[in-house]
């Protein structure tokens, strides 16, 4: 399934450098025992994103949505 992630974090730091705000989305095929994963691992774990992204040391406020992308046929 295709899908739109939006990443949204506030008040965090990267390689030193403070940020007020960063959203990052993107679009991508995956299939949807991918999506519940990502989701539960989202939830349950308190530094999910500072373990990922090389830089990110800190982050105040972050939300991450994940919404299904309808494909137009042509």
């Known amino acids: 399934?295709?899908?739109k992630f939006t990443l949204s974090m506030d008040d965090l730091t990267v390689d030193g450098e403070h940020y007020d705000a960063v959203t990052i989305d993107w679009i991508t095929e995956v299939?949807?025992?991918e999506v519940?994963?990502?989701s539960q691992q989202?939830?349950?774990s308190q530094n999910f994103l500072t373990q990922r992204?090389?830089?990110l040391s800190r982050v105040g406020e972050?939300?991450?949505t994940i919404e299904p992308v309808e494909?137009?046929?042509v």
């Open 1 to 3: 399934m295709k899908v």
């Open 31 to 33: 299939a949807q025992e």
């Open 36 to 38: 519940l994963n990502l």
């Open 42 to 44: 989202w939830i349950t």
């Open 53 to 55: 992204m090389i830089g």
């Open 62 to 64: 972050s939300s991450l």
């Open 71 to 73: 494909e137009i046929e």
